[in-house]
């Protein structure tokens, strides 16, 4: 069973920092790239960062240079720092996993992004970065 569970978010001031974490259990965490989505107030889910299990990843245009992904796989878990934040960056944020094989095909589409080819699902509730003065 796929586990994936967010935590971290805060309300935080512009410029501020924050480290999210997801806990990962229920699949062969080292093996699968992994990614951050979000979802800003009445907006619809954005694609943030990937990292495949070789450490080689992206990062979207708006967050480039700010944020930075990372994995721990001896503890099965995702990371993301969020440096330098904006307003613009408050949002549900959501640990996402590559899918494999037919695992995806009972998410609902709203929980899915295809990135460069690779389809991708979240399965938590994920946490609240607010940024605000």
């Known amino acids: 069973e796929v586990q994936l569970v967010e935590s971290g978010g805060d309300l935080v001031q512009p410029g501020g920092s924050l480290r999210l974490s997801c806990a990962a259990s229920g699949f062969s965490f080292s093996t699968i790239t992994m990614s951050w989505f979000r979802r800003a107030p009445g907006k619809g889910l954005e694609w943030v960062s990937w990292?495949?299990?070789?450490?080689?990843?992206g990062d979207a245009t708006s967050v480039k240079g700010r944020f930075a992904i990372s994995r721990d796989n001896a503890k099965s878990a995702l990371y993301l720092q969020l440096n330098n934040l904006k307003t613009e960056d408050t949002a549900m944020y959501y640990c996402?996993?590559?899918?494999?094989?037919?695992?995806?095909?009972?998410?609902?589409?709203?929980?899915?992004?295809?990135?460069?080819?690779?389809?991708?699902?979240?399965w938590g509730q994920g946490t609240q970065v607010t940024v605000s003065s």
């Open positions: 990292i495949n299990r070789y450490n080689n990843g």
């Open positions: 996402a996993k590559q899918c494999i094989e037919t695992e995806c095909e009972r998410i609902p589409t709203s929980k899915v992004l295809v990135i460069h080819g690779t389809k991708f699902a979240y």
